[in-house]
């Protein structure tokens, strides 16, 4: 199972702003903390905020913040959204399809794949939360 980068990086951006939950952060401020493009980071954002990951704050001090408590944030659920497809292999146009197990056993690694993925919520990423704020050189609330 490969999963894109627009599930990383949206993973990622929850990630950063799950380390410091006591102020908000910008784009930009992410994508340095990353080492990448603000520009993707910035459809991650609203495609997050539709989904009801990410607030976005408007104004001077604007930016983002979780919208909801890490604990609150299912890493499948992430997953699901941020990903388009889950097909494994292209089964549906090959010849021996009919007759080939090779689906059903694909079909059942994705979702023992996924199954691992629902055991877990964006807090418990964040155990090492403070470990995690100094790597992105953010200040973190004692």
Known sequence: MHLTRYTDYSMRMLLCLGARPDRVCSIAEIARAYGISQNHLMKVAHDLGKAGYVEALRGRS???????????????DVVRQTEQGFELAECDSCVIAPACGLSGVLNEALAAFMAVLDRYTLADLLRQRSKLAHLFDLPVAS
């Open 62 to 76: 604007g930016g983002l913040r979780l919208a909801r408590p890490a604990d609150k944030i299912n890493v499948g």
